[in-house]
């Protein structure tokens, strides 16, 4: 069956990697809406308007949300959905997917994560390139685990969090919503409290000396 048009909102890098991947998905006619006026082009495609543009395709086009911002990001396609526009879930083929895992709605999956038996995925996620998350996590709605993170085993990330590149978030462990891993970090046990947390193991930030 022919793949309707797919409109990407956010014409960044972000954006040219998803666009690569919904080629991949078998998507053919890709175009994009930014807020910046000034863009053209992202990659080889064109940016047709803004983000208020976005009724013209309702009926006619699927949408995806390439946006880092998780609050934007939720902004945006929860007006998608009040408009009644088909928003699509993106994932790489060559990443690797339990067939008991969950992925939401809106989330993209990247080339060489991997995702492990009965993990949930939230909507309006980012699982980037060569992430991986194990057995039984649960990354909730709008987090970013980032290029090269890992989550172990029963991991739960709350909503918005976002764990930075080549982060590691230890067995059973539960980080709450709104909070920033620092790249590189290792969180070794459970964060209740909103913040940005660095080093090895982990720690908030405004608390170093």
């Known amino acids: 069956m022919e793949h309707k048009k797919l409109v990407i909102i956010g014409a960044s890098g972000h954006g040219k990697v998803c666009a ?62 009040e408009d009644g526009g088909e928003i699509t879930t993106l994932v790489h083929p060559d990443a690797v997917i339990s067939e008991s ?32 998350v194990d057995h039984d996590c649960v990354v909730e709605d709008y987090c970013h685990i980032s290029v090269g993170s890992h989550l172990a085993g029963t991991v739960h990330t709350g909503k918005h969090t976002w764990i930075g590149a080549g982060a590691v978030v230890s067995n059973n462990v539960t980080v709450c919503g709104e909070c920033m891993i620092g790249a590189g970090a290792v969180v070794v046990r459970d964060i209740n409290e909103i913040g940005t947390y660095a080093g090895i193991p982990a720690k908030r930030m405004d608390t170093m000396t």
Do not use: W
């Not at 208020?52 to 911002?69: H, L, P, R, V, W």
């Not at 809106?106 to 995925?121: H, L």
């Open 101 to 132: 895992a969950v992925i939401g709605y809106g989330s993209v999956v990247m080339a060489g994560a991997v995702i492990n038996a009965d993990a949930i995925i939230g909507k309006g996620c980012i699982i980037n390139t060569a992430a991986s």
């Open 20 to 81: 690569e991947i919904a080629v991949r998905c078998g998507f053919e006619k890709i175009l994009f809406l930014d807020d910046d006026s000034s863009l053209t082009f992202c990659g080889r495609y064109p940016v047709a308007g803004t983000v208020t543009d976005s009724d013209k395709y309702i009926e006619t086009a699927s949408f995806f949300t390439a946006i880092g911002n998780s609050h934007i990001r939720e902004r945006i396609m929860r007006k998608l959905e």
